[in-house]
């Protein structure tokens, strides 16, 4: 069952910035809270692959083409994670999911973030 909606993608010239939320509206805060949340990015024809973590202590892990660029952070009263994306680049170009790292859930149907060269 899919847990996560994605939104706040979009169109941006490169240099622009872009900030992606992913809610989890059918979990209760009580299985939200514990768990390591990622966000994954997906180009047509090639694998999935991990962007950035936050797990419940806030510690954060980054993919190193983003580090720097990208800022990944959660709100537990809201059940939302969020993916702050500055200085986009064309490569940044894909749709963009979240799930659980360690137990993934069933995959939503992401946002997509265009950057054109």
């Known amino acids: 069952q899919v847990q996560f909606v994605e939104s706040g993608g979009g169109s941006v010239q490169p240099g622009g910035s872009l900030r992606l939320s992913c809610k989890a509206p059918?979990?209760?805060?009580?299985?939200?809270?514990?768990?390591?949340l990622g966000w994954y990015r997906q180009v047509p024809g090639k694998q999935r692959e991990f962007i950035a973590s936050v797990d419940s202590s806030r510690k954060t892990n980054y993919r190193d083409s983003v580090q720097g660029r990208f800022t990944i952070s959660r709100d537990n009263s809201r059940k939302t994670v969020y993916l702050q994306m500055s200085n986009l680049k064309p490569e940044d170009s894909a749709v963009y999911y979240c799930?659980?790292?360690?137990?993934?859930?069933?995959w939503g149907e992401g946002t997509l973030v265009s950057v054109p060269s």
């Open positions: 059918r979990m209760i805060t009580s299985t939200f809270n514990p768990l390591t």
């Open positions: 799930n659980n790292v360690l137990a993934p859930n069933s």
